[in-house]
């Protein structure tokens, strides 16, 4: 006897083979999706977002693409939740994951056609992925004892990491930028302190890395455009109207008098603090909240350069440059850790003005200013260059290196087929499996480049047979090269994270035989 | 429909609008609530075993869940059907009672349905039907007692209860690093365990995840981890030695609860009012600082200026600390909560070796560890994960293994995995059978084979021929009068459970077949489903 209805309306359930259909489908599509942009002659995507305004972003970056789709396939979801984490936490290789994992489930619908359990497939994937990794670190290099050659190891993954985005024409400068930067970071991976500023105009090229600290806001009126040698007090106070925190109080007043003794008495109070604040001995007052006129002509009869409104990461990124602490009170000036800088200035960078610190006594921060044609630019070159940042930072902390170019694919693949061989029982199939599902990415940035993949990746193989191979693809030649020659790296961490997200992933979604949907929650229409 | 009349012929209203109410009575109502118990417990049934499958739930907000653990996929299932809601709630009891076997609940509860719809076919009263049911698992319940080995283990020998741990872990997705997640399960149960009374509390068990880095990651810390950072950038990121002040009132001026005004009518007014505001702030970091704390967690927030004083005073603060992990936090540290800093006193205090800030990743991600704690009974067990649903499913997972842990504290008996407890039931309740007189010796007999179904699942999970693997199983418990025989799921050869290492609680086999025995009597009493029509 059938049952009825077991779900509530619109729920639906999908079971067995069809649930695993789905599943595949969906996730390559996702896969097909990004495929294109993979390797450095892949293309962009233009997005447009459905929002007010309909805004178009041009993005190359795999995780970007993927938070903007709109998807309702569960599995398409954890393609695009994989994506995600690989963005935050190593940076790049946001598409590779993807791809990778399409390419495996690809293999595994095979499998599945021919009557392997996906358990089975499972474990075979599983003794796969250990074997590549391990086969990877067999191969690793590790400079970091020397630092000239460390340099230029992160020099080579920047250029690698550029060289698929927009900034690819001019990688040699961005590199140089990216790892300078990141290795005045020292060792830390906090990227926030590398401040990035975007300013229209110009061209790619006119992008300068600055040593000093630049604030986007303007010198107040009347007050000095240069400061040398400044002692500067981070703020974040309020320097409008002080209010009294004290819950219940009100102001309560029988004549007008009354009223300007209190106005009086408050416009002390604000001379009172301006005078402690000036009291700290300092030439520039920069404040996270507003400064009022009153404060601000005060400020500029005393000859000090007051800066208001800065952001509060402007302000945290200025506290550490210039080892000032971030002041709230200003009873006490002795104890309060002043910033010091050698010059203050106002500088124009195309038709703006904007502050520039130089000489900072902590030379952790810094910024750098990205010129380009338009918006879309701007904000593209922004993410390509965070990807190398980011990919940096995690180098100088984790500094083992491989080649890149798709060598370190067909080392795994290798590997893994060397395992495949080994492996008695069913597990060999999905063993080799994923060796073919590894191959598929040097093939997909040779297709990407319009050049002859199945010769190149056959060429590529059997180079690779030789022992301890530099080959790869050399996608500006077309042929297969020597890639250590060509100074092609990538970085081991970031492979690593590819490798086992896209593991994980694709044994998540075979593991599943069935999908339920719950009815979709109804929203009220707000248009 | 019946009608009933009273003594002037007219019929009485015994349901409100009749016409419109579909109702199903006898026969019919049964078979329906079996029909909807059976395809609840068909969904779960691939679930079980090691070589079970996922299932993907989509919420209604479009979440994905992707699990492998039976309360949860009940949960997240949307069920209208009212026996499919029961099925659930069963899934739920055991997972509150035991945190196992919420799968194996529902698919035992599922087949005997299954075998009960045959015996009513058969004309045989569900009463009775469900009489029989009661006493055949009274029997397998002692039965299990029966065979149920203790095994020992100490502060210092935990190896077989991560034994047992892996059993559970490896149905799950983490099957991968089962071993080390047992190891932290049973690490994190022994750290809390009251071994004297036998009892574990496990809200003392925190466990908390982070995506990003993989599973292998994942780490057991004798101490809290609270997802917030210090309340101003500058403050140290590193506290030895932290004595921690544990505040639930904020740094911000009082709000007395009585509705109050406080008029400013003269200069002076405002004047003392501006002084004595400042005084506040003042004095309560002075008292913070007076009391000797150097580390200030405060379930509020700070007005800028305190948190400047707290800065400048050089007292490191957290903010906005929730409730819960305050609790754990002056659990862990000793100290007490204070709501007043009236009340801050130096005995007060919580005490900790080491606090300090760890970011994770590219983003600005930070969390703060509080290790080394003065009372090391509060652990967490922070889990790392290559995605939200490996995270949430580890989540799951953990728990899993962690009740087991505890059970197995509470009370030390085990029984055999892999099916094996089942068989050897399923034998004892077929030999009981023939003893008893009457109809319930149909039913007893059809307790056994729905017994038998747990270990048939195994082995169709584990894709084993079932009829035949079950039937060579229970010929080889019969023979060697040896009940430790079970479903090879892993492949290895032997199916000797004592070897392969598969062990189950004894209480969490024996909550399965009371809880299961129990829904079934309740669903084969029902014989007249009324419900709305559709509006």
């Known amino acids: 006897m059938a049952v009825e209805k077991l779900f509530k309306d619109e729920a639906t359930e999908e079971k067995g083979e069809r649930a695993r259909m789905a599943s595949f489908v969906g996730a390559m599509a996702i896969a097909d999706l990004v495929k294109t942009t993979l390797g450095p002659k892949g293309m962009d995507k233009i997005l447009q977002s459905t929002g007010r305004g309909h805004s178009v972003t041009v993005t190359n970056d795999g995780a970007t693409i993927l938070k903007s789709l709109h998807i309702d396939n569960p599995a398409a979801k954890v393609l695009i939740d ?43 994937f599983r003794m796969a992925s250990e074997c590549a990794r391990s086969a990877l670190l067999d191969r690793v290099k590790d400079n970091k004892d020397d630092a000239e050659k460390f340099r230029s190891d992160l020099m080579r993954i920047a250029k690698t990491t550029l060289s698929s985005k927009i900034l690819s024409q001019d990688k040699e400068h961005f590199a140089k930028l990216a790892v300078d930067a990141v290795m005045r970071l020292k060792g830390s991976t906090n990227l926030e302190s590398i401040q990035i500023i975007k300013k229209a105009g110009g061209s790619l090229k006119d992008s300068f890395l600055d040593e000093g600290f630049i604030l986007d806001k303007k010198i107040g009126l009347g007050q000095p455009k240069r400061i040398e040698n400044a002692n500067i007090l981070v703020a974040n106070t309020a320097m409008d109207t002080d209010k009294v925190k004290i819950y219940g109080a009100r102001v309560r007043v029988d004549s007008m008098a009354k009223v300007a003794q209190i106005e009086g008495a408050e416009k002390e109070k604000m001379r009172e603090k301006v005078q402690k604040i000036i009291g700290h001995g300092i030439n520039c007052f920069v404040n996270r909240q507003l400064i009022y006129n009153f404060p601000e002509e005060l400020f500029a009869d ?74 879309h630019v701007l904000d593209e070159a922004e993410r390509s260059l965070h990807d190398a940042l980011c990919v940096l930072s995690q180098t100088v902390n984790d500094s083992r290196v491989l080649l890149g170019g798709g060598w370190p694919e067909m080392v795994m693949a290798k590997a893994v087929d060397e395992l495949a061989r080994k492996t008695p029982g069913k597990k060999s199939h999905a063993i080799e499996a994923f060796s073919r599902a590894l191959i598929a990415i040097p093939t997909t940035i040779a297709d990407n480049a319009g050049l002859d993949s199945a010769e190149l990746v056959a060429q590529l193989r059997a180079e690779h047979h030789k022992e301890d191979s530099n080959a790869g693809i050399d996608v500006i030649t077309g042929s297969v090269g020597d890639m250590s020659e060509l100074g092609i790296s990538e970085a081991f961490k970031v492979k690593q994270a590819v490798l086992l997200s896209a593991t994980e992933a694709a044994e998540m979604i075979l593991r599943v035989d069935e999908i339920i949907t719950c009815a979709p929650r109804r929203r009220e229409d707000r248009m | 429909m019946a009608l009933a009349f009273d003594e002037y012929g007219r019929p009485f209203i015994i349901l409100r609008e009749q016409e419109s109410k579909s109702r199903l009575r006898g026969l019919d109502a049964q078979k329906a609530n079996i029909a909807a118990g059976v395809a609840v417990s068909r969904i779960l049934r691939t679930s079980l075993g090691p070589k079970g499958m996922d299932k993907m739930l989509q919420s209604p907000d479009g979440d994905i869940t992707i699990t492998n653990d039976g309360a949860t996929i009940l949960e997240q299932m949307d069920v209208d059907n009212q026996i499919g809601k029961l099925m659930v709630e069963l899934s739920r009891s055991q997972d509150y009672e035991i945190g196992d076997g919420t799968t194996g609940v529902v698919v035992m509860a599922g087949s005997l349905l299954e075998q009960a719809e045959k015996l009513l076919e058969r004309g045989i009263h569900p009463i009775r039907v469900a009489e029989g049911f009661e006493i055949s698992s009274r029997i397998a319940v002692d039965h299990l007692e029966k065979i149920a080995d203790k095994f020992d283990f100490s502060a210092t020998d935990i190896e077989p209860l991560v034994q047992t741990c892996m059993t559970t872990l490896s149905s799950k997705i983490v099957n991968r690093c089962k071993r080390s997640l047992a190891e932290i399960a049973v690490k994190s149960v022994m750290a809390v365990a009251d071994l004297e009374r036998k009892d574990v509390n496990l809200d003392l068990i925190k466990v908390e995840g982070k995506v990003g880095g993989k599973l292998e990651d994942t780490e057991l810390i004798y101490g809290i981890i609270v997802d917030k950072d210090m309340s101003h950038p500058q403050m140290p990121k590193q506290i030895e030695d932290a004595k921690i002040a544990i505040l639930t009132c904020p740094f911000e001026p009082p709000k ?48 800028d200026e ?15 600390v929730g409730g819960v992990e305050l609790e754990l936090i002056a659990i862990a540290t000793g100290g007490r909560i204070v709501p007043r800093f009236q009340e801050l006193t130096t005995d007060k205090l919580g005490k900790a070796g080491l606090v300090r800030e760890k970011a994770f990743g590219t983003t600005k991600d930070r969390m703060l560890y509080i290790e080394h704690c003065a009372n090391s009974k509060a652990v967490t067990v922070f889990i790392r994960g290559g995605n939200k649903m490996m995270i949430e499913e580890t989540k799951r997972s953990i728990h899993d293994a962690l009740c087991v842990a505890r059970n197995l504290i509470r009370n030390n008996s085990i029984v055999y995995g892999g099916g094996a407890a089942e068989i050897s039931c399923s034998i004892a309740v077929e030999a009981a059978a023939d003893k008893y007189p009457g109809v319930e010796q149909y039913a007893i007999r059809a307790f056994a084979d729905a017994l038998d179904s747990v270990p048939m699942a195994l082995a169709e999970n584990s894709g084993l021929q079932p009829i035949e693997t079950l039937s060579a199983v229970k010929a080889q418990q019969i023979k060697e009068n040896n009940h430790c025989f079970g479903i090879d799921c892993n492949d290895t050869g032997t199916n000797d459970m004592r070897e392969q290492n598969v062990f189950e609680t004894l209480i969490g086999k024996q909550q399965q077949i009371l809880l299961a025995t129990q829904v079934v009597k309740m669903i084969l009493k029902i014989d007249d489903v009324i419900s709305p029509s559709d509006y």
């Open chain 2, 256 to 303: 007395p609860k009585t509705k109050h005004k406080v008029d400013i009518d003269t200069v002076e007014k405002f004047q003392t009012l501006r002084k004595q505001e400042q005084k506040y702030f003042d004095d309560m970091v002075q008292k913070c600082k007076d009391v000797g704390a150097t580390l200030v967690i405060c379930q509020w927030g700070f007005d």
């Open chain 1, 82 to 124: 994989i994506s995600k984490v690989q963005d935050d936490e190593v940076g790049d290789g946001t598409t590779s994951v993807v791809v990778l994992a399409g390419e495996l489930l690809r293999e595994a619908e095979k499998l599945v056609g021919s009557k392997i359990h996906p358990m089975t497939i499972i474990s075979g």
């Open chain 2, 306 to 320: 305190a948190n400047h004083l707290l800065m400048h005073r050089n007292l490191p603060a957290v903010r906005w």
């Open chain 1, 302 to 375: 005393a000859g000090i350069l007051a800066i208001e409104h800065a952001d509060f990461e402007g302000i945290e990124r200025l506290g550490l440059v210039t080892g000032g602490e971030i002041a709230s009170t200003f009873d006490n000036p002795e104890s309060v850790k002043l910033g010091h800088c050698k010059l203050i200035e106002e500088i124009m960078i195309g038709e703006d003005k904007l502050i520039h610190f130089s000489g900072v006594e902590m030379g952790q921060a810094c910024t750098i200013v990205l010129r380009g044609a338009s918006f």
